[in-house]
């Protein structure tokens, strides 16, 4: 083993590091230093005079002129966090969908006002240069949104912590819709740099895969030590971005690995004159860190995904280790200095590979290694659906990951010897717990792995969290009885209202005070006012002026004229069967059908707006958005419908659309199999800007029907268990289909090729799957859910109590801040002693 590919302590003959004093050289925030700075920063770092200079460079002078205010904080926070001499966080993640950052920076910092004016005197709009930062392109869904509002509030309850994750270098992809069906395309979202990130060369470790695993002969009256000599290695290198908490009080610091070959060029091969070839490595290397989630429909793609997550994770791990050491003697104490958060399966492969470290690298007696390893970690689990808790073939890891596969056989031993021992385990309860699934293949079961190796494993909603126990972990529920527990899951009220709402935020101060602004509970003294009618049609106005945006979205991008007096009724997710934006597509098709064949019908104007990606090897999912597409371009351009129903598609959802997005909505579609969405955050988003929700009792529906009320909230469809109970009797939806002629119809329409006529057959699939499975409980949803939708078209002719009720999610939605999460992360799991 090479001493990079180890985590060695630092040169103790190297210089310590100057204590830095922030607090003496922190940057003005007056107006004319900030003016004059950009101005400084236009000049000298880019080049360009005022008078020639491009929006991009006035973005790029103001971002490094709010930067390097950060930077001071940072450097004081960094310097704090050692004195303290506390514990920290590590929050490893494959996504951090962080979005756009200057305005988060700015406003965290309360710089906009001052921001705007310096711009002003150089006739430069501060809104204007914002709108062409790029997102940046590190997630897809709820998993990398979660990361980044945990990474946020972790900044700003003041918990010192780390994010690890990866710098793609094209994220999952740019969403283009051609002729209705998806196209992706590279989201090139670092062509121009990142002005936010700092590489940190001294930060850098090899990463091996492939190889041999050889006894060495160790100390007298010890095993042999296993030594792993990897066939193949690539370089992790850090890059760092600070993540400013609320008023800038402290700093935390997202590091992302970049994979680059040890060796760039072959250069005996490019002299034989092989040009590509020599640059083989290289490519393989880069591989690594170009797209997020590749597709595995292939066992190239699962093994991409694999050398993913191990390299993350052990870049992450030697780092942690590394960073333990140049303050501590010794590794013994490592669960007393940091806590290691596993985001979902991904990085499951750490608790073998910290295993690795500790007994292979620094020579620690494994029981004392499996202690520590165990009392480090923690584990969130995101998902009930048993496919998507990782799985991998025996033959491809003990490939790629020799001695990590030998860690896992041994662990796994020790596991059923212990279930075995202490429960009197046998049967089915050992195959249940086993890290070894010998049913499918032969596959290493990462959830697992994540449990066992863990102290605490929790749920990210309360319904959730019970069904894990009755689930996918309930024989280890069984063997380890204290270690699930609940924490549901939270945004920040800083991106997801402040920032995103300024009409309504700026309506709250002048209402109830600014107090709501560092602490969220106050937002409830609002509450008051959901019967002044004054405050209602004022709360009305903003919200009619964020769907006037969105339509402009809309007409710009897609040439579609939407009216924002009509109901907004909106859908935007990771497109998947569970999350059933099919069933909402065929409730469109079916109030297409009565508009038409009911004209005299007093029908609400409605607009429904989906948005989201579907993963590119997921041909169902990618059938949806085509659908969606479809139903589109008939309904919309068809007379009949008198403008009564639009139905729009926004290609391309991220975090900027979504800031659009949840402001506008009047319905919020949380619709999803009743038991299968874990939590959801969008639904905390749209009920916190004032949108109502129309949902089954899923993942955090239930407790946000507890807290907003009921009353406030339109549920529908199966519970959980009654989903489970018409599963075991084999529920198909044949007999529920020809008993509703609205649903059979709107099937028939959409089989029959209404929607697609130069494909008729192109949605035989789904729909026959209706007809003979219904696994999804589409059809058995269906009238219940329609029900939903005309209760809720009642209540929009009432705008006076559509509004009350908006105004009451508002007000009554502070629970679900990602503060109180991770205050409640700190306190049971991380224990950090941190006063949050």
Request: hydrophobic share 40%.
């Amino acid at each position: 083993m090479s001493a990079s590919m180890t985590a060695q302590r630092p040169d103790p003959d190297a210089a310590a590091p100057l204590p830095h004093d922030a607090s003496a050289s922190r940057r003005s925030y007056d107006v004319d230093a900030l003016a004059e700075e950009i101005v400084e920063k236009l000049t000298y770092s880019i080049g360009k005079s005022p008078a020639r200079a491009r929006k991009y460079d006035w973005l790029r002078a103001v971002t490094l002129t709010v930067r390097d205010r950060i930077i001071d904080h940072w450097l004081e926070a960094e310097d704090a966090r050692a004195a303290s001499g506390g514990k920290q966080v590590a929050y490893l993640s494959m996504e951090f969908l962080i979005g756009r950052l200057l305005r988060d920076a700015i406003n965290n910092l309360n710089l906009t006002t001052q921001v705007a004016e310096a711009l002003k005197r150089y006739n430069v709009d501060l809104d204007m240069i914002e709108l062409l930062e790029p997102d940046a392109a590190l997630g897809n869904g709820g998993l990398g949104r979660l990361a980044a509002c945990f990474m946020e509030s972790m900044a700003s309850v003041g918990v010192p912590g780390f994010g690890y994750g990866i710098r793609y270098v094209h994220g999952f992809f740019r969403q283009e819709i051609a002729d209705g069906a998806q196209v992706e395309l590279p989201e090139n979202w670092l062509l121009h740099g990142n002005p936010w990130e700092f590489e940190r060369r001294e930060r850098s470790y090899e990463i091996g895969f492939g190889g041999k695993v050889t006894s060495v002969v160790g100390e007298p009256g010890k095993p042999p030590r296993q030594l792993w000599r990897p066939a193949e290695r690539v370089l992790a290198v850090a890059y760092d971005t600070p993540i400013v908490g609320w008023r800038g009080a402290h700093v935390n610091t997202l590091r992302l690995w970049s994979a680059q070959a040890l060796d760039p060029i072959l250069l005996d091969a490019f002299n034989s004159g092989d040009h590509i070839g020599a640059l083989v490595e290289s490519n393989k290397a880069e591989a690594i860190t170009r797209v997020l989630y590749p597709a595995d429909s292939h066992q190239a793609g699962q093994e991409l995904r694999l050398r993913q997550e191990f390299f993350f994770s052990s870049a992450s791990l030697q780092d942690i280790i590394r960073r333990h050491l140049e303050t501590n003697e010794s590794l013994s104490n490592l669960h007393d200095k940091v806590s290691i958060q596993l985001n979902d399966t991904h990085p499951a492969v750490s608790v073998a590979e910290l295993m690795r470290l500790l007994v292979d690298v620094h020579g620690m007696e494994w029981d004392e290694a499996w202690e520590i390893t165990r009392q480090t970690f923690s584990y969130t689990n995101h998902t009930l659906l048993p496919e998507a808790l990782e799985h991998w073939p025996i033959h491809l890891f003990e490939r790629l990951l020799p001695r990590q596969m030998q860690i896992i056989y041994a662990i796994n031993a020790a596991v059923i010897r212990q279930a075995m021992e202490s429960k009197g385990f046998d049967g089915g309860r050992i195959a249940a717990i086993s890290l070894i699934d010998e049913n499918n293949g032969r596959r290493v079961r990462m959830g697992q792995l994540a449990f066992v190796g863990s102290h605490a494993v929790n749920g990210v909603s309360a319904l959730h969290t019970d069904l894990m126990k009755e689930t996918v972990f309930h024989a280890l529920h069984e063997l380890y009885p204290d270690r699930i527990q609940n924490k549901t899951n939270g945004v920040t009220p800083r991106r997801w209202l402040m920032e995103a709402n300024p009409g309504l935020t700026s309506l709250l101060k002048e209402t109830i005070g600014e107090g709501f602004l560092d602490d969220i509970s106050k937002i409830r003294d609002v509450e008051r006012f959901a019967t002044d009618a004054g405050f209602r049609d004022r709360f009305a106005a903003v919200k009619r002026e964020n769907k006037a945006r969105l339509a402009d979205v809309i007409s710009e991008r897609l040439a579609i004229s939407v009216d924002p007096d009509a109901l907004f009724d909106i859908q935007v997710k990771r497109i998947h069967e569970y999350k059933r934006q099919f069933l909402n597509i065929i409730e469109a098709v079916a109030l297409y059908d009565q508009i038409r064949s009911q004209p005299a019908t007093n029908w609400t104007p409605r607009v429904k707006v989906f948005a989201g990606k579907a993963a590119p090897s997921y041909l169902q999912a990618k059938e949806i958005i085509h659908l969606a597409n479809d139903v589109a371009r008939v309904i919309n351009s068809d007379p009949a419908v008198r403008d009564l129903l639009k139905v729009v598609f926004i290609p391309n959802y991220n975090v900027s659309l979504a800031e659009i997005i949840m402001p506008a909505a009047d319905i919020s579609e949380q619709i999803s199999t009743a038991g299968l969405e874990a939590s959801g955050t969008g639904n905390m988003k749209f009920a916190l800007n004032g949108a109502l929700t129309i949902g089954t009792l899923d993942g955090a529906n239930v407790e946000m029907r507890d807290h907003i009320g009921e009353e406030n909230i339109f549920i529908f469809g199966l519970t959980a268990s009654e989903v489970a109970q018409r599963r075991r009797e084999g529920h198909s939806g044949r007999s529920v289909i020809e008993g509703l002629p609205l649903l059979r119809d709107a099937l028939h329409a959409i089989s029959s090729g209404v929607f697609s006529p130069d494909e008729p057959n192109r949605y035989n699939g789904l729909v026959g799957n209706l007809y003979n499975n219904d696994w999804w409980m589409i059809a058995a949803d269906f009238q219940s859910y329609w029900d939903t939708q005309r209760r809720a078209d009642a209540l929009w002719a009432d705008p006076a109590e559509w509004n009350r009720k908006a105004i009451l999610n508002t007000a009554r939605m502070s629970w679900f801040s990602s503060d109180r999460s991770i205050r409640e992360y700190a306190a049971d799991i991380w224990r950090t002693g941190t006063d949050a």
